[in-house]
């Protein structure tokens, strides 16, 4: 069994969101199954689909009316950079850290999703916001000032421990 496995819980009634989740759920349970010939090409496959999967979430952001440095954005910013390493240093032969990195995320993925995530899809239902035409169709809804938390009950700062050794 993966560390992480798919679940109704995590959806949030938006399709393409829904989608992509689900597809990194089963991307990262393949580089945790890879093998040692085989989990480079997971690690970047995941990560590609990563940079595109937050690309698309901060594009939500910002068309409705999230500051760019909102704290999601940049929480997505710093867990790519750190994918991003694992890719550096696994092409180096590193492939523990590549593995460890696999383990945290299976820990980070259902935080994020139930928080961050969550109180976009909210926010994004709320506007009426069409994921697929970028069309607003409450704009009436939409705040007045520029949101630079995560729109939830509380912001999160959870990350991969490696955070912390990545940044220091
Ligand atoms: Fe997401
Ligand atoms: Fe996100």
Same mark, same amino acid.
């Not at 630079?148 to 939830?152: D, E, P, R």
């Given at each position: 069994m993966a560390a992480l496995e798919w679940s109704?819980?995590?959806?949030?009634?938006l399709p393409q969101m829904d989608d992509t989740h689900h597809e990194f759920v089963v991307l990262l349970a393949a580089v945790e199954a890879a093998s040692e010939t085989t989990v480079m090409p997971a690690w970047q496959e995941l990560v590609a689909h990563t940079e595109a999967h937050f690309n698309r979430e901060d594009r939500w952001m910002v068309e409705t009316r999230? %500051?760019?440095?909102?704290c999601h954005s940049t929480q997505h910013q710093v867990v790519l950079e750190i994918m991003q390493k694992g890719a550096e240093e696994g092409s180096q032969g590193n492939l523990e850290m590549v593995r460890q990195m696999a383990r945290e995320l299976a820990v980070w993925f259902p935080q994020h999703a139930h928080s961050m995530d969550a109180a976009l899809a909210t926010h994004l239902h709320r506007v009426g916001y069409?994921?697929?035409?970028?069309?607003?169709?409450?704009?009436? %809804?939409?705040?007045?000032a520029e949101i630079?938390?995560?729109?939830?009950d509380s912001c999160s700062d959870t990350e991969p421990s490696s955070v912390a050794s990545a940044t220091a």
């Open positions: 109704n819980d995590f959806v949030l009634n999230f %500051a760019a440095s909102n069409d994921t697929v035409t970028g069309v607003v169709h409450k704009p009436q %809804a939409l705040p007045v630079h938390g995560c729109a939830g």
